[in-house]
């Protein structure tokens, strides 16, 4: 069975569908993410990031009903085996991804044109369509992370929609070749003290054959993450995407 998935649709869809005219209920976000965690017992990191804030109200399973809560902020949904969760934690409010500009050409030289290989190299086109591995109801791809300088790590990452941005464990930063005094730095709150989350850039994910460049990346304290890395939607939000429950596959085809 394929089950296509939207990035601005986290709830259930036929039920968007079918009611269009309803008004979509609101309601405060802390008070809501504190009472879904004492039903079922996840710990909460940056909750005053939610201060003031509402989202969209949703019923059935806590998960579902979380991303639909959180549909508005950058937050990491950690889970443990079965499928139960075991922290929440709230990086901010999202912002639109923005392409970066093109390279500025010196007047009086023209640009350099790339040659047929790198050309192929940065993205074949077409759908991209990957294996995953489930882990209990998760699907997880394997990935290159590409930096500048096109130094490459394998990764195994999370298919996340409730996630902004690609995220990553902090171990990976200098692996990875980064400058942390490159990044933007935010502190967040959690139940041993206050901790950080670093944010970046990369030049590139690679899936498979094909290159999505210039792709947003917070890197979390490993500790904070339980070994958790999530594919999130500064790559997922470029793409119409589908995941394949029976096939184990995620297809990515472009807007």
């Known amino acids: 069975m394929n089950h296509g998935l939207s990035p601005w649709a986290l709830g259930p869809p036929l039920m968007l569908l079918a009611l269009p005219a309803l008004a979509v209920e609101r309601v405060p976000v802390a008070d809501t993410l504190t009472r879904l965690s004492t039903q079922a017992g996840f710990e909460i990191v940056g909750l005053e990031q939610a201060k003031d804030s509402y989202g969209r109200a949703e019923q059935g399973e806590v998960l579902p009903r979380l991303r639909a809560l959180l549909e508005d902020f950058n937050h990491v949904i950690v889970q443990i085996p079965g499928g139960g969760i075991d922290r929440v934690i709230l990086l901010g409010r999202k912002t639109a991804w923005v392409p970066p500009p093109p390279p500025e050409v010196p007047v009086g030289e023209a640009p350099v044109a790339e040659t047929p290989a790198e050309q192929a190299q940065e993205d074949p086109g077409g759908d991209i369509v990957i294996p995953t591995e489930r882990r209990g109801t998760t699907h997880v791809v394997s990935v290159s992370l590409e930096a500048a300088g096109g130094k490459k790590v394998n990764a195994s990452l999370a298919v996340d929609t409730g996630a902004d941005s690609v995220v990553l464990p902090a171990s990976l930063i200098a692996t990875l070749g980064l400058k942390p005094q490159a990044l933007e730095t935010r502190e967040v709150q959690t139940a041993n003290g206050k901790t950080t989350a670093r944010v970046g ?44 429950d029976e096939e184990n596959h995620l297809t990515l085809s472009p807007k």
Not at 202 to 221: E, M, N, P, R
Request: without cysteine.
């Open 201 to 244: 850039r990369l030049a590139g994910v690679w899936l498979g054959a094909h290159k999505i460049a210039d792709v947003q990346v917070s890197f979390i304290d490993d500790a904070k993450l339980g070994g958790n890395a999530l594919l999130g939607m500064s790559v997922l939000g470029r793409y119409r995407m589908a995941i394949d």
